[in-house]
């Protein structure tokens, strides 16, 4: 419905300003269980991936070693077809070929400590 709305004020001969409240992507975050995903993420993820772009991201990502978390990725993008899930595919760059190297999903790590250095 929303993007109807959208969709006819853009088509619109004199077009009129229309604040843009859609939902363009999710980022979905993944415990990081090192096994793959769970069937509560499955299923979730199958009921939102064709309503949303879903970028699928695996918090606290310093609880796993590098080794694990790239075979922890790799069963996650094998779970992500198997189950016909589709996430967002980010657009490459044949200038920058180095920068489209990137292995979904993403691995990050947070906190809510603020460090200062003493020098």
Same mark, same amino acid.
């Given at each position: 419905?929303?993007?109807?709305?959208?969709?006819?004020?853009?088509?619109?001969?004199?077009?009129?300003?229309?604040?843009?409240?859609?939902?363009?992507?999710?980022?979905?975050?993944?415990?990081?269980?090192?096994?793959?995903?769970?069937?509560?993420?499955? /299923?979730?993820?199958?009921? &939102?991936? *064709?309503?949303?772009?879903?970028?699928? $991201?695996? =918090?606290?990502?310093?609880?796993c070693t590098k080794e694990?978390?790239?075979?922890?990725?790799?069963?996650i993008r094998k779970q992500?077809?198997?189950?016909?899930?589709?996430?967002?595919?980010?657009?490459?760059? /044949?200038?920058?070929?180095? &920068?489209? *190297?990137?292995?979904?999903?993403?691995? $990050?790590? =947070?906190?809510?400590?603020?460090?200062?250095?003493?020098?």
């Amino acid at each position: 419905q929303q993007f109807d709305k959208f969709l006819e004020a853009e088509t619109r001969v004199k077009r009129e300003s229309l604040p843009d409240s859609r939902v363009h992507a999710c980022l979905y975050f993944i415990a990081p269980s090192g096994h793959g995903l769970k069937m509560i993420d499955v /299923e979730c993820m199958k009921r &939102l991936h *064709d309503k949303v772009n879903i970028i699928p $991201v695996i =918090g606290k990502a310093d609880a796993c070693t590098k080794e694990e978390l790239e075979v922890f990725k790799q069963n996650i993008r094998k779970q992500l077809v198997e189950f016909g899930i589709s996430v967002y595919q980010f657009p490459v760059d /044949e200038n920058e070929p180095e &920068l489209t *190297d990137v292995s979904m999903p993403f691995a $990050v790590v =947070g906190s809510n400590v603020v460090m200062e250095d003493k020098d």
